[in-house]
């Protein structure tokens, strides 16, 4: 009788633990575009980045080592503060790229996921001033990665590797790099509900009307504001249940996935908010599992016999097929690497590895997520706010978690909603005063009708809101200074510099009426170049 019972409650326990394992199962062909979705991220970083490299990442630039330690949120080493020299910096940026390179190809994939991640962080460290949400998504991602078999399907590794590829992992890793974008998505939800805007959808709507944020189809999008009021209202929901995104199975998750696919490039297409939009596409797709690859190659075949024969429907492949064993071929000829760097394990040593019953595996699982669910609530918003006792005490213990997490305030509570723009007014030596920002005579009036442009990239817009920051009143200071020193050779040299955020309330009545918008003009700082003392030159009409 005693045995009867036992059984009944294996059963359960083990259908709970299948259930489990499912849910956080990542197929490995997954895990393969996600590997190259990191990397080519990386690449496409360093090269965007390269374009301000003297003035973001040199210590003679805009922000020194110095500077970059005092304004860092985490008390870590950098790579890039073991030397000054511009050509170090450039060494390190190289050998950036080439491990990118190798994480591409899956060559030592777990070595080349681990370093991948340090220099990672220690590129965000050395210049904390223009980092987004996107830099923090990337390097929690690029974190929980290393603890993921990245290299067992469509790699060198893959190729060198004793027997059959892994078909998909269930493992602790898996299960926190999908909590880890369930975490941003509800996490940001909870914090729009505080806000009617984001309740009616409205939100959108002012979103879209900021001129120094949209771009390519930004103005077409917000002419039709009740499609994207239902839009916006549309996107909150999404982030509110996107649990299912890991609670759901099959072709309804696929969909899901799509769905948020679908919404993050739709912000990238009009809206200019850096990387995020593909660093989000890069987690969201590790929710693909074996159903996805199936219906596509199903979908594919279905699509060639269609169009032909079986005959013409293998003749269509056939390219692909040689594509293929061109490229086992050559990663043949590339020496093989030691098998701690394969991210690759045999399903004897998986075993061994395992011994676990299902049973025992759903316990597993439940505490990983309850792990993931406490260190997300801490990080996300001061849970844990008592300077004493236990609570202090579990905070103490997290803190080597989440102190490179985030609230995830992304446009959240209420969005911004107003528009930005920069005006310095400045002296010369001939007596002239003009807009040192812009290059222009003084005026205080736009800059231009698409204020996206004032910024050269989408890093100096993030490290114009740093300079507008009261925390960093150094900052503006080494920007004055340098405006300054850059113009001090010319015959038009200048003598005294001030700076002036400008800012539009953007209302649902003048989203596409800039001249009728409340202007404010907040000063940030006032500079006398040289010996000069600083001085009001001529302060706004508004």
Same mark, same amino acid.
């Given at each position: ?62 922000? #020194? ?32 790229? +080439? ?22 962080? #220690? ?118 249940? /996107?649990?299912? +995104? ?93 098998? /701690? ?146 113009? /001090? ?54």
């Amino acid at each position: 009788m005693e045995d009867g019972w036992r059984d009944r409650v294996s059963e359960p326990g083990e259908a709970v633990g299948r259930y489990l394992r499912n849910c956080i199962r990542i197929d490995t062909r997954t895990l393969a575009v996600f590997r190259v979705a990191l990397a080519s991220l990386v690449l496409v970083d360093l090269l965007l980045r390269s374009r301000n490299f003297s003035t973001f990442y040199t210590d003679g630039g805009l922000v #020194s080592h110095e500077l970059a330690r005092e304004t860092t949120p985490l008390e870590v080493g950098s790579l890039y503060f073991v030397s000054s020299e511009p050509a170090a910096t450039a060494a390190l940026f190289v050998a950036h790229g +080439l491990i990118a390179l190798a994480l591409l190809v899956g060559y030592r994939t777990r070595i080349a996921t681990a370093l991948s991640f340090v220099f990672v962080l #220690s590129l965000d460290l050395a210049n904390p001033l223009v980092l987004s949400y996107a830099d923090v998504l990337f390097a929690w991602l690029s974190f929980w990665a290393i603890f993921l078999p990245l290299g067992a399907r469509w790699s060198i590794d893959a190729v060198h590797a004793d027997g059959p590829p892994r078909r998909s992992v269930a493992s602790l890793g898996s299960a926190f790099v999908l909590f880890q974008m369930i975490t941003m998505y509800t996490v940001n939800a909870a914090h729009k509900t505080a806000s009617d805007l984001w309740l009616t959808g409205e939100a959108a709507v002012l979103v879209l009307g900021l001129d120094d944020m949209t771009f390519l189809l930004g103005d077409l999008v917000r002419s039709a504001p009740t499609a994207l009021q239902i839009g916006g209202l549309t996107w909150f929901l999404m982030l509110s249940f /996107s649990w299912l +995104l890991v609670l759901t199975r099959g072709r309804l998750r696929t969909a899901l996935v799509a769905a948020f696919v679908a919404a993050h490039l739709s912000f990238a297409l009009t809206v200019r908010i850096g990387a995020f939009a593909y660093v989000a596409i890069a987690g969201v797709i590790l929710f693909l599992q074996a159903e996805f690859w199936d219906d596509s190659r199903r979908l594919a075949r279905n699509v060639c016999v269609r169009t032909g024969t079986d005959e013409t429907a293998a003749f269509t492949t056939k390219p692909i097929t040689t594509a293929r064993s061109l490229l086992e071929a050559f990663a043949a000829t590339v020496p093989r690497p030691g098998p /701690s760097s394969l991210g690759v394990h045999s399903n004897a040593l998986r075993r061994k590895q395992a011994p676990w019953g299902p049973f025992a595996v759903s316990h597993a699982l439940v505490a990983a997520v309850a792990v993931v669910v406490l260190v997300s609530a801490l990080s996300a918003g001061g849970v844990v706010d008592d300077e004493s006792g236990p609570a202090a005490e579990a905070n103490a213990a997290t803190s080597a978690l989440v102190d490179h997490q985030t609230e995830w305030r992304i446009f959240a509570p209420e969005p911004r909603t107003t528009d930005r723009y920069y005006v310095f007014p400045a002296t010369t030596e001939d007596g002239e005063v003009i807009d040192a920002y812009n290059d222009r005579e003084l005026s205080y009036e736009r800059p231009s009708d698409e204020l996206q442009t004032q910024y050269g990239t989408y890093r100096e817009r993030f490290y114009m809101n740093s300079v507008a920051t009261p925390d960093h009143p150094e900052v503006p200071a080494r920007l004055a200074e340098s405006i300054c020193t850059e113009r /001090s050779g010319e015959g038009d040299a200048i003598t005294h510099l001030e700076m002036y955020l400008i800012e539009e309330e953007v209302t649902l009545e003048t989203i596409d009426s800039p001249a009728e918008r409340t202007r404010e003009a907040t000063r940030l700082y006032r500079h006398g170049c040289g010996d000069a003392d600083p001085i009001e030159i001529e302060p706004p009409p508004f």
